[in-house]
């Protein structure tokens, strides 16, 4: 793709898809709230079963005391980067669903899948706008339901930090050689066809 990404789709794609990484280094700038419910915007309009939307974003924005309980619900390693986004979020999702006619939830089956569908939107957006993403499973998950007075039937899914690349020098030497974009593996390792090989 170019020298700063050195992706290379095996068939034909919107550079949108190989454009997309998740970075480390970010330099601080503030995300305007009405950006960052363009993002949200987008993740409204994702696929969902039964038109169920059981993504739940909760946010915090740079300078704020929010932005402080956000960051110390992620993982020390994660501390050392995130500090300097715009944004904090954790995205949750909905578990239960109440049947119509019904006073009795029942847990959905597709609520994290549903979820997934949602950051994707929300990351291409941001990625279109300019702003970069990195989602993470590095946070304190029993911490973050009663810190942020989530629900029981509320499942915390990521934590995702959002704001402007940054140089990768500012990151810690053992994290400056991963600020670039990774690979993937070639579809022959997850695409099987008619069902998985015997």
Same mark, same amino acid.
Not at 115 to 121: D, E, F, M
Not at 189 to 196: A, I, K
């Given at each position: 793709m170019s020298a700063t990404n050195p992706r290379v789709a095996d068939y034909p794609v919107d550079l949108? @898809?190989? +454009? &997309? #990484?998740?970075? &480390?280094?970010? !330099? *601080?700038e503030a995300i305007p709230e009405a950006e960052l419910r363009s993002l949200f915007e987008a993740a409204r309009w994702a696929p969902s079963s039964s038109n169920l939307q059981p993504w739940r974003f909760f946010y915090a924005? &740079? *300078? /704020?005391?929010?932005?402080? !309980?956000f960051l110390g619900l992620?993982?020390? *390693?994660?501390?050392?980067?995130?500090?300097n986004a715009g944004?904090?979020?954790?995205?949750?999702?909905?578990t239960t669903n109440l049947p119509a006619g019904s006073d009795t939830p029942v847990t959905t089956r597709s609520h994290s899948f549903d979820t997934g569908a949602a950051w994707a939107y929300f990351a291409l957006e941001?990625? &279109?706008? +300019? #702003?970069? /993403?990195?989602a993470m499973g +590095? @946070?304190?998950v029993a911490r973050t339901g009663p810190a942020l007075n989530l629900p029981e039937d509320y499942r915390p899914e990521a934590a995702i930090a959002v704001g402007r690349k940054g140089d990768p020098s500012i990151l810690p030497e053992g994290l400056q050689a991963r600020e670039l974009p990774n690979g993937r593996k070639p579809q022959s390792e997850f695409t099987f066809r008619g069902g998985f090989p015997a």
């Amino acid at each position: 793709m170019s020298a700063t990404n050195p992706r290379v789709a095996d068939y034909p794609v919107d550079l949108q @898809f190989i +454009g &997309r #990484w998740s970075p &480390r280094a970010f !330099t *601080g700038e503030a995300i305007p709230e009405a950006e960052l419910r363009s993002l949200f915007e987008a993740a409204r309009w994702a696929p969902s079963s039964s038109n169920l939307q059981p993504w739940r974003f909760f946010y915090a924005l &740079r *300078g /704020t005391p929010e932005f402080d !309980t956000f960051l110390g619900l992620l993982f020390e *390693g994660n501390q050392v980067w995130a500090k300097n986004a715009g944004a904090l979020l954790v995205l949750a999702s909905k578990t239960t669903n109440l049947p119509a006619g019904s006073d009795t939830p029942v847990t959905t089956r597709s609520h994290s899948f549903d979820t997934g569908a949602a950051w994707a939107y929300f990351a291409l957006e941001a990625q &279109r706008l +300019g #702003w970069a /993403t990195h989602a993470m499973g +590095g @946070f304190d998950v029993a911490r973050t339901g009663p810190a942020l007075n989530l629900p029981e039937d509320y499942r915390p899914e990521a934590a995702i930090a959002v704001g402007r690349k940054g140089d990768p020098s500012i990151l810690p030497e053992g994290l400056q050689a991963r600020e670039l974009p990774n690979g993937r593996k070639p579809q022959s390792e997850f695409t099987f066809r008619g069902g998985f090989p015997a």
